[in-house]
């Protein structure tokens, strides 16, 4: 029984029970992108989405974490991952919707922006679970280089069923695939690794070493980097062999890691384990850039929809909470942070799906959209996730001490927000990758020109910091000590145009302010008073949910 002093009030509800697509930049953007037939589907994941059920199913997917059982009763090596059910349903909503390898089976044009989509409003659930995901939409176009077994496989990874457990590979009814890239001695430098591949009588390979971060190891496929006589080449790596035998896949140990604790990060090693070559001996990092590609544009996804989920969860406390007299959404100064919280947003979303779009029509020929994703990627990759941890905080502090407290959701999502950023190479390896681009695809940077120059005299601030940039994009001695200047600047000037191009006036007016203008604090919620809040605060779904 409650004492009487034990009255709940001015308590926010849970944030359940909506619609997480009902997001008008969002929707904007899947029109804009060429996938507007796909928003009764997105519609439909994102009621699922916001269901009390599915919130539930993020949350003990992260509790209960995955446990490895390296050794049967017996002493046999079976090297298995246990999960919870709720991971379990998640995996089989993302497969089931096509947010895995079932887009490289359609050739409708904005496939792969519509995938974009529902991979935002499904991972604003959870996070971890998305790695497998990811990685098994990046491997089905790397497996063609061998037509052989991209003929076998490709259909399964294509498929949208959902059927875990260790099994012969051909004999499922979906497969999920896996990349075995980074070595303790390298890291991002592939080509220090010292996994060996040596060729079989048969055809197969064998290869001998130990990888450092292999996530997802109940996956059924793998495409792993090894030395081969060559050069460092790429292979296919299956965890049961056609013939029902388990390959030898040892799983040292799971990751501690920060955040991501719902899915299994491994150390497996390989000792005559069976493999098949994919692509030209010694043509391994060229394998890793194409598959690189799609998981990086991944990553923008990801932190972009973290992102939102954090502005979401912030303007929800603060449109019921109450304090000193009055709802904290009317104070003006929690109005600025969350305003200026909704423009990093916006800005992120409208990237993501910028950079989808231009996935999706450079595979259907359009070399102009194939030379501006190659830096698009890349500067959407460092910028967005850079800036994810700290939207990410400034929402949780929105909520006080609630925000601390795990009940919440939000501690999760800021464990979380890093990850991207180190995933596909931290913000160094991508700043570095822009300048290689700069010097050596011209192509590229007239593409990147084109998009910025498509916005010229929408707004006098933005054409001026694009006058600044264009001089830093022809490379000074000192370039690689400036990269991380540069490629913030890139993007704020590619965000800015964008928003210039697409976004209400307000939005972009703000914007361009406060980002290219120089009228910005350090922190969130430093807008100007020349702002027009209500007409960027209408852009934040949960104050209308």
């Given at each position: 029984m409650a004492g009487r002093t034990h009255e709940v009030t001015n308590q926010v509800p849970p944030l359940v029970g909506h619609d997480v697509a009902a997001d008008p930049v969002l929707l904007e953007g899947l029109k804009r992108e060429g996938a507007d037939w796909y928003a009764d589907d997105l519609h439909r994941i994102g009621v699922l989405a916001g269901t009390e059920e599915v919130q539930r199913w993020g949350d003990e997917a992260n509790r209960f974490e995955p446990e490895l059982r390296t050794h049967d009763r017996y002493g046999n090596r079976v090297d298995e991952v246990g999960f919870h059910p709720s991971y379990h349903a998640l995996m089989d909503v993302a497969v089931r919707e096509g947010l895995a390898g079932a887009p490289w089976g359609q050739h409708k044009p904005g496939t792969h922006?519509?995938?974009?989509?529902?991979?935002?409003?499904?991972?604003?659930?959870?996070?971890?679970?998305?790695?497998?995901?990811?990685?098994?939409?990046?491997?089905?176009?790397?497996?063609?280089?061998?037509?052989?077994?991209?003929?076998?496989?490709?259909?399964?990874?294509?498929?949208?069923?959902?059927d875990p457990g260790l099994r012969a590979p051909l004999g499922k009814?979906?497969?999920?695939?896996?990349?075995?890239?980074?070595?303790?001695?390298?890291?991002?430098?592939?080509?220090?690794?010292?996994?060996?591949?040596?060729?079989?009588?048969?055809?197969?390979?064998?290869?001998?070493?130990?990888?450092?971060?292999?996530?997802?190891?109940?996956?059924?496929?793998?495409?792993?980097?090894?030395?081969?006589?060559?050069?460092?080449?790429?292979?296919?790596?299956?965890?049961?062999?056609?013939?029902?035998t388990r390959n030898t896949f040892l799983i040292q140990r799971l990751k501690d890691k920060l955040g991501n604790r719902s899915n299994?990060?491994?150390?497996?090693?390989?000792?005559?384990?069976?493999?098949?070559?994919?692509?030209?001996?010694?043509?391994?990092?060229?394998?890793?850039?194409?598959?690189v590609t799609m998981t990086r544009l991944d990553c923008i996804l990801g932190a972009a929809s973290?992102?939102?989920?954090?502005?979401?969860?912030?303007?929800?406390?603060?449109?019921?909470?109450?304090?000193?007299?009055?709802?904290?959404?009317?104070?003006?100064?929690?109005r600025?942070?969350?305003?200026?919280?909704?423009?990093?947003?916006?800005?992120?979303?409208?990237?993501?799906?910028?950079?989808?779009?231009?996935?999706?029509?450079?595979?259907?020929?359009?070399?102009?959209?194939?030379?501006?994703?190659?830096?698009?990627?890349?500067?959407?990759?460092?910028?967005?996730?850079?800036?994810?941890?700290?939207?990410?905080?400034?929402?949780?502090?929105?909520?006080g001490g609630n925000g601390y407290d795990e009940a919440s959701g939000m501690p999760r999502l800021y464990r979380e927000a890093p990850l991207n950023g180190?995933?596909?190479g931290s913000g160094n390896v991508n700043a570095l990758d822009v300048l290689r681009a700069l010097v050596r695809e011209p192509e590229a940077v007239a593409a990147f020109r084109a998009e910025v120059d498509a916005a010229a005299g929408g707004d006098g601030r933005l054409d001026a910091a694009w006058r600044g940039l264009q001089?830093?994009?022809?490379?000074?001695?000192?370039?690689?000590?400036?990269?991380?200047?540069?490629?913030?600047?890139?993007?704020?000037?590619?965000?800015?145009?964008?928003?210039?191009?697409?976004?209400?006036?307000?939005?972009?007016?703000?914007f361009c302010a406060?980002?290219?203008?120089?009228?910005?604090?350090?922190?969130?919620?430093?807008?100007?008073?020349?702002?027009?809040?209500?007409?960027?605060?209408?852009?934040v779904p949960a104050l209308g949910w």
């Open positions: 922006v519509a995938r974009a989509a529902g991979f935002m409003v499904w991972s604003s659930v959870e996070q971890g679970h998305g790695c497998p995901i990811s990685m098994t939409y990046a491997v089905v176009p790397a497996l063609r280089a061998n037509a052989e077994l991209a003929a076998e496989y490709e259909p399964l990874l294509t498929s949208r069923v959902y009814r979906g497969l999920l695939a896996g990349m075995g890239m980074t070595e303790k001695q390298g890291g991002s430098d592939v080509r220090a690794n010292t996994t060996t591949a040596t060729p079989a009588p048969d055809g197969t390979w064998r290869l001998r070493g130990h990888k450092w971060f292999t996530s997802a190891p109940m996956n059924d496929v793998f495409l792993v980097l090894a030395q081969a006589p060559g050069g460092l080449s790429c292979f296919f790596v299956p965890r049961v062999l056609p013939d029902g299994a990060s491994s150390e497996p090693e390989f000792d005559d384990t069976v493999a098949w070559l994919v692509g030209a001996e010694g043509r391994g990092v060229r394998m890793i850039i194409e598959m973290g992102t939102r989920a954090a502005l979401n969860q912030a303007a929800h406390h603060v449109r019921y909470r109450e304090a000193f007299g009055s709802r904290l959404i009317d104070k003006a100064l929690m600025n942070v969350i305003a200026d919280l909704a423009l990093e947003s916006e800005a992120a979303t409208t990237l993501a799906l910028r950079v989808a779009g231009a996935a999706d029509r450079s595979l259907h020929g359009h070399e102009g959209e194939r030379a501006f994703l190659r830096l698009a990627t890349v500067v959407g990759k460092y910028w967005v996730c850079k800036r994810q941890p700290a939207a990410v905080a400034e929402a949780l502090e929105c909520l180190i995933w596909e001089a830093e994009l022809v490379l000074s001695e000192d370039a690689e000590l400036r990269a991380r200047r540069l490629v913030e600047r890139m993007a704020l000037v590619l965000q800015g145009a964008l928003l210039v191009r697409h976004a209400p006036s307000a939005v972009a007016d703000a406060s980002r290219l203008d120089g009228d910005h604090g350090a922190a969130f919620g430093t807008l100007s008073s020349g702002v027009d809040f209500d007409g960027v605060l209408t852009r």
